[in-house]
């Protein structure tokens, strides 16, 4: 599958809240792991997920996994589990449990690598060139078949030269399709297929719904009928092939063959596509946040991808990729605190101190200045718009307190910037939400004193995020708009996580209860008291009003 195709998708339901169940749920456990292996069937008992929703995998033990065999094991393994239970269209999130490894290693540099991508680029720089002249030919032939058809795109990526193909395609089909005169038609579709075949192969056209082929018994017309054969035999074998991107062998048969048969369009995407996926400069990811795109095949590994779930995204979140979240903790007990705590405190609702920890740096511009201000837009609506306790700081150094006269009950908790040291200054309550904005603070989960993650957890804090690596700003969630969301108690946790983080292929781990909802019996802001935008995550008035 084009990764550029499933992040560029339509814009149907992009506005629609989600209504995440536990039957949706696919929970996601280390073999290995007798103590997750316990806490997954606690989880199923407590939530009502069926136990044929728990795909356990034989991982390595750690909290890194090899980016080899995050490909090699863990991919295929959850693939294989989703097509077997025919659950690929079933699932919205996975849920990765104690035991899982938390971050993916880089991608390994080596002088093979390095010569596979130079001869892929070399390739490109000969390839790309060919198509532009050729997508230009389908643009003037759809004008000249239908003259109110006027090339509405530009840009010469192979992505937009893809759209533009499509766009002239698409006329040029209906201009035939309303053709009256036979011998004129029968032509025009010769300059069609004339046209169209350098660009995706004559054999993806005669998959193509409505199209027609009648190979003649001359020497060219049986030539066109066993390209069509070899191409129906070629695609099984790409589906195989395309499976195993991390087989230097399977790549390049790969590439051959859709050279051979699928056209300019699909081997530039295809050779684009590899080049991305051997990127070893920052490839290196948290499980969690790689994890949503497992069913893709190549797509670039280097930093990030914008989240295609956000609120606010462009793009709309494709079938066949997923939220996640992680139920894990420093001691296996912590982690079914924040499963049990979590149930109970759903039934009462969440009551407590909201802390907001800001540093006024000043300015507007720069990264630090804008989390600046998100936490003060934070601090604005919970004073403006709701009646919660609030304790803001906007000194430069971090609250603290002495051990004995830790700030009490806490509920909700942002903060930064303290990227080496966990501060303890607070009691957290039960089913308490909150994370530290700072790089490095899920670089384990499993180790004490740690970090801020682990010092949260053991704190009492029920779910939190972080960083297992140098995550940038970009990738936190911006405070000012996931807490609002959170409070208006109309989506579970996973959901409100993954319609405000922004990156994804990238180092965020959410770690709590996916179904966790804390506001939903006593919300503590109204949803028309959000952003008009995210106003938007519920659709009409009428789904939010009915309660969903």
């Excluded at 899982?100 to 130079?118: C, K, L, N, Y």
């Excluded at 934070?378 to 304790?391: F, G, N, P, S």
Aim: hydrophobic share 40%; proline share 7%; with cysteine.
């Amino acid at each position: 599958m084009k990764w550029w195709i499933v992040l560029v998708v339509a814009l149907v339901g992009v506005g629609q809240a989600w209504a995440l169940a536990p039957d949706e749920l696919l929970l996601v456990a280390n073999a290995n792991s007798l103590e997750g292996g316990l806490l997954v069937r606690h989880y199923c008992q407590v939530r009502g997920v069926p136990e044929g929703n728990i795909c356990a995998l034989n991982l390595p033990a750690g909290e890194t996994i090899s980016f080899d065999d995050y490909e090699r094991i863990f991919v295929p393994g959850v693939r294989a589990f989703l097509r077997h239970h025919h659950l690929e269209n079933k699932i919205k999130c996975l849920v990765t449990f104690y035991g899982v490894p938390i971050r993916i290693s880089g991608q390994p540099a080596t002088p093979e690598t390095q010569r596979e991508v130079d001869d892929l680029q070399r390739t490109l720089k000969r390839i790309v060139p060919k198509l532009e002249p050729n997508v230009v030919a389908v643009e003037s032939l759809a004008t000249s078949l239908d003259p109110s058809f006027q090339p509405r795109m530009s840009g010469g990526t192979i992505p937009q030269l893809a759209r533009r193909a499509d766009a002239a395609g698409v006329a040029i089909q209906i201009a035939l399709n309303t053709e009256k005169d036979p011998a004129k038609k029968k032509a025009d579709f010769g300059k069609f297929i004339a046209a169209y075949i350098p660009l995706v192969g004559l054999g993806p056209l005669t998959d193509h719904a409505g199209m027609t082929f009648n190979f003649s018994n001359t020497p060219a017309g049986q030539r066109a009928k066993r390209t069509v054969e070899e191409y129906q035999r070629a695609k099984q074998s790409v589906a195989q092939l395309k499976e195993k991107p991390f087989d230097v062998n399977a790549r390049q048969e790969y590439r051959r063959l859709v050279g051979e048969y699928f056209g300019l369009l699909e081997y530039a995407n295809i050779l684009e596509g590899q080049v991305g996926y051997l990127q070893t400069s920052e490839s290196g990811s948290a499980v969690d946040n790689e994890l949503p795109l497992v069913m893709l095949d190549y797509y670039p590994r280097g930093r990030w991808l914008p989240n295609p779930f956000r609120f606010d995204s462009p793009i709309a979140g494709a079938p066949h990729m997923y939220m996640t979240m992680r139920i894990d903790a420093p001691t296996p007990d912590l982690a079914k605190r924040i499963i049990d705590d979590s149930i109970a405190v759903e039934k009462t609702g969440l009551n407590g101190l909201v802390v907001i920890d800001a540093k006024s740096s000043g300015g507007t511009t720069d990264g630090y200045a804008v989390c600046d201000l998100q936490l003060r837009y934070l601090m604005q609506i919970v004073r403006d718009k709701t009646h919660l306790q609030m304790m803001y700081d906007d000194k430069a150094a971090l609250i603290t307190r002495p051990a004995n006269d830790h700030i009490k009950n806490v509920a909700l908790y942002v903060g930064w910037y303290s990227p080496d040291r966990y501060v303890p200054a607070f009691d957290f309550a039960p089913g308490s939400v909150g994370y530290h904005i700072a790089s490095y603070t899920m670089n384990t989960l499993h180790s004490f004193p740690g970090n801020w993650c682990v010092g949260l957890i053991h704190d009492g804090m029920d779910a939190t995020l972080g960083p297992c690596d140098e995550p940038y700003l970009i990738a936190f969630p911006p405070a000012n708009e996931f807490f609002p969301l959170l409070m208006t108690g109309k989506l579970p946790l996973a959901e409100v996580y993954w319609r405000t983080e922004p990156t994804i292929s990238w180092m965020i781990s959410m770690v709590g209860d996916p179904l966790y909802t804390p506001f939903k019996n006593d919300p503590a802001l109204k949803v028309e008291d959000l952003s008009p935008a995210m106003q938007g995550v519920f659709g009409s008035q009428e789904v939010w009003q009915s309660g969903r």
